[in-house]
């Protein structure tokens, strides 16, 4: 550690700067620790091509690998970074080992996936995002933790109020890899604009096939974690739907929709699964509910037609997602983490 007391860390990530899990799992944390933190990321896009900077390894004092970063192509610099005998750190919020062959990206987890169990077991300590998924590495390596994903209080303004109160509008938000999720629920979208007509609306957000997009309005993905956020707080929406395909690897996911959700106090509809089960407090943070469309059918028709109920359930949701998980209140852990690990 040098003499202003920084923890020099530089970052290899194949994920840009800008991204959602560069974003939330990195940037935001250590940015909020800039007293103790001077961090640089190591990679950088050049016209759709990586750009590796393997002086960062010389001067840092620990080293954090993210994600998809293990390949055949950089694993010289991984070699380079073994070699220097500093902390390393594997930072995952993906169970990338077993992604399902529909989701977009197992091409890639198939290239990735060999190198990342070649490198778990050396590395000094690997960060999941969830205990999930931190059960399916322990195997690999014994000294992995659970850091959870945290809200940036500051990041959420206040919500915009609606045009138009007598219309509740009913959003999904994900990126296009979560295509068949929302399929789970695609017919049960339909009944309730049968039922409702004029009185819902459906925004999604990021992802919608073609049959969806006659629902409602469509806004594209935007790969910009920190321009997703302010539309985010610029858009009014009532509800938001969280469903997930039951798989080992949904179930190793994160809550980020119950808190993106939570932190604009508005109610979510979230899949009874690992991910939202240990977040939501059912009938009172949210609602959780099965793969049965029914379940579907029933907690938005309850949604829509109790309002004042509704509203309760989001002012609890974002009490109880800041209280929580609030950065504010979170980020330590990892400075806590990353002083032990120069301790050793």
Not at 1 to 8: A, P, W
Not at 147 to 168: C, H, Q, R
């Amino acid at each position: 550690m040098n003499k202003n007391h920084y923890i020099k860390i530089a970052i290899y990530s194949l994920d840009i700067f800008e991204y959602a899990c560069a974003q939330i799992r990195i940037v935001t944390p250590f940015s909020r620790l800039n007293g103790h933190f001077n961090f640089k990321w190591a990679v950088q896009d050049a016209n759709g091509l990586s750009r590796i900077d393997a002086n960062h390894i010389e001067w840092a004092d620990l080293i954090v690998v993210q994600r998809y970063f293990p390949l055949k192509e950089t694993f010289p610099i991984l070699e380079r970074i073994f070699d220097s005998g500093k902390p390393v750190v594997y930072e995952l919020d993906d169970f990338l080992l077993d992604v399902p062959p529909s989701h977009p990206f197992h091409s890639n987890s198939q290239r990735t996936a060999p190198f990342i169990k070649k490198i778990i077991p050396k590395v000094n300590l690997v960060t999941t995002s969830t205990d999930a998924l931190r059960e399916r590495l322990l195997p690999f390596n014994p000294n992995s933790v659970t850091i959870p994903n945290f809200v940036d209080e500051s990041a959420f303004m206040s919500a915009t109020l609606p045009k138009n109160p007598t219309k509740t509008v009913i959003a999904y938000m994900g990126s296009p890899t979560h295509e068949q999720d929302l399929e789970l629920i695609e017919n049960i979208l339909f009944r309730i604009r049968n039922k409702f007509g004029s009185a819902i609306e459906f925004i999604f957000w990021g992802c919608a096939n073609t049959r969806l997009a006659k629902l409602g309005r469509i806004i594209p993905f935007e790969s910009s974690y920190a321009s997703f956020l302010k539309t985010l707080g610029k858009i009014h929406f009532d509800i938001g739907l969280a469903p997930l395909a039951d798989n080992p690897f949904n179930c190793c996911k994160s809550n980020i929709k119950w808190l993106e959700y939570s932190a604009h106090a508005r109610a979510g509809i979230f899949s009874d699964l690992e991910p939202y089960r240990e977040s939501v407090e059912h009938g009172k943070t949210g609602m959780l509910v099965g793969d049965d469309p029914k379940e579907w059918f029933e907690a938005l028709e309850y949604l829509i037609s109790n309002p004042d109920q509704r509203k309760a359930m989001g002012r609890a949701a974002r009490k109880d997602a800041f209280a929580r998980f609030g950065l504010s209140k979170g980020v330590h852990r990892y400075l806590e983490l990353y002083r032990g690990l120069l301790k050793r």
